[in-house]
C-alpha cells in the first residue's frame, strides 16, 4: 500500500497504519485548518453569506491538510443545489482529488470579470478500509454559499484554490455558467428521475437531459451506488469511489442546472454515521429543512416561480427497508404538514410537486410501500398535491389519478387531471440509469405509441411487519421498462398548468399528460 503525501513525516508514515496517520492528521493541531462557509465580497458584485444549516458541520469530518503543489490539482465534479430561495441563493459544489489549500469560487456577471475570492468551506470524509477488500480512502469536498444574488440573473464562476485560478488562461476553459430563478413567475421546465447509478445508460440519459434546458433537477434517490446492497448496513462491498466517477459523470449537467437530490435507500451509507447520512451531508449542500438540521439532508423544500416543491427522506417511514424507520420521530411528517399547508396558503404558488424514493404506487419489483401510504398520503390528499415522483422501482410507471386509494379519474395518455377534484397522479422515474426492472408476470406494457388494453394489475404493498399484502388495482395507467426520464413544464397566468412528459433514452416521448387547476 502506498503511503499518502499527506504531510506526515516519512519514517513516521512507514510505521502507521491508514487509520493511525488519519488519527495524526486529525489531531495534530499545527497542522488543521479552519473551515469557513463563503462569505467574501465578489468584486462588489454580492455577498456570500454562511453555509445553510442544513449541510453537515464542518467539525464533523476532519480538516485537510495541504498535499501535492496546488498547480497540479485540478477540481472536478462540480455540482449546484439551491438555497432556500432560489431566485438569490446558489450552493455551488465541487471535489478535489487530494487535499488544497484555500478553496474558493469566483464569480461575476461576464465570464471576463470574475469577482474575488469567496472562501469555501471543505468537509473531508473518510472511510476505513477493509482488510482484503479495499484500502481506506479519503474525499475532500468544497462548498461555497452563494446568497443575495439578483433574481433571473446569469452568473459565470469558477471554482479554484492556491495554486489553480479559474480565471487564468490555462484554466478558463473551466469557467462556466449558472442562472438564478426569475422574480416572477414565468414559465420554465424541470426534470427528473431517481436510480442513475454509473455507467453508459446513466451518462446517455444525462445527456438527453440537458437538451431540455431545465431550471433544476430533481433526483429522486439511490444516487450512484456505492453502496449495492441499500439496507443502511455497513455492506464490506461499499466503494466509495463510485462517487468520483458519479460526480464526473453528472458534472457536464449537475455544474449549470441544480442538481436537487433526496435520499434513497441505497444513499444510506453507515460508514459515516449510524444513520448512514454524513456521505450524503459532506457532499452536497442542500436547503435546510428547518425540523432536524444537519439530520436529514434529503427533505427539504424550495419555490421556483408558481411551484413549490418538496423533498423527502422515505427511508424514514419506509416498511419495506426500515433501517431509518422513525428515524426523525414523527418530526418529518410534522414538517410535511406545515410545509404543505404554507405552500397551499402562500401566493403565487399554482402547484405543489412533492419527490421522494420509495413508491406509493408501483407494481414493479419493490411495489408499494405501505409506510409511505400510511405516513404521507393522507396529507397529500388534503392539501391536493399535485404530482408525486418517486425512484425505487427501475421502470417508468404512472398512475391515474387516485383519490382515497382509488381511481379518482382515468388520465390516458394525453389525458388531464385536476388534483382538487380528481386526486393525485403519481409517477414512478426509476429509470435514470441504473438496471431496469420489469412488470409481474403476465402484465403488459402500455406507453404512447404502444397502448395496451387496460386490465387489473395483481400485485402487492409492504406491510409494517414487512410481510407482502396482495392487492388487485386499477391505478397503473402507463407502463415502460425501459431508460427514460420526466420534463415537466410549469405555466402560470389565468389557466395554469404543468404539462408532464416522460421520455426514452432515444428521446421518443411515451407518456404525456396535463394537470390543470380548475380544469
Known sequence: METPDVGIPPRLAERLSMAEQYEYLRTRPSRRRTLVSAGAVAGGLLTGGSAPAGTAAPSRFPSPVAGAPGAAVAPFGRHLSFG???????????????????????????????GGRMEAEVRALRTP??????????????????????????????VGHDGFDPAAPEHRATITSFRTAPARPERFVFTAFGDQGVGRDAAAVDR???REKPAFHLHAGDICYADGAGRGTKATGYDPVTWDSFLRQSEPVARSVPWMVTTGNHDMEAWY??????????????????????????????????????????????????????????RQTAWLKRTLAALRAADGVDFVVVFFHHCAYSTSAHASDGGVRAAWLPLFARYRVDLVINGHNHVYERTDAVKDGAVGR???????????????????????????YGFPAGVAESYEGHVTGHEPVDTFRWTRSRDRATETVEWSRVRYRGFSFLTVEAVGGAAPRLTVSARASDGARIDRFEVRRGA
Not at 84 to 93: C, L
Not at 138 to 146: G, S, V
Not at 416 to 432: E, H, I
Request: aromatic content about 10%; charged content about 15%; hydrophobic content about 30%.
Open 84 to 114: 432556500a430561495d432560489p431566485r438569490t441563493q446558489m450552493r455551488i459544489s465541487w471535489q478535489v482529488p487530494t487535499p488544497v489549500r484555500h478553496p474558493y469560487v469566483r464569480i461575476g456577471t461576464r465570464p471576463d470579470e470574475l
Open 273 to 330: 454515521s449510524p444513520d448512514g447520512y454524513g456521505g450524503q451531508l459532506a457532499r452536497f449542500s442542500l436547503p435546510d429543512s428547518g425540523f432536524a438540521p444537519r439530520t436529514t439532508p434529503g427533505a427539504y423544500t424550495f419555490t421556483y416561480g408558481n411551484v413549490g416543491v418538496v423533498a423527502l427522506d422515505a427511508n424514514d417511514v419506509s416498511y419495506e427497508i426500515p433501517a431509518n424507520l422513525g428515524h426523525t420521530g414523527g
Open 208 to 210: 438527453l437531459l440537458l
Open 410 to 436: 382515468t388520465v390516458p395518455v394525453g389525458g388531464s387531471a385536476d388534483p382538487a377534484r380528481d386526486g393525485t397522479v403519481y409517477v414512478t422515474a426509476g429509470g435514470g440509469g441504473r438496471d431496469l
Open 129 to 158: 478500509g477493509v482488510e482484503g477488500v479495499r484500502r481506506a480512502v479519503e474525499q475532500y469536498y468544497a462548498h461555497a454559499a452563494l446568497d443575495d444574488l439578483l433574481p433571473g440573473t446569469t452568473y459565470y464562476y469558477g
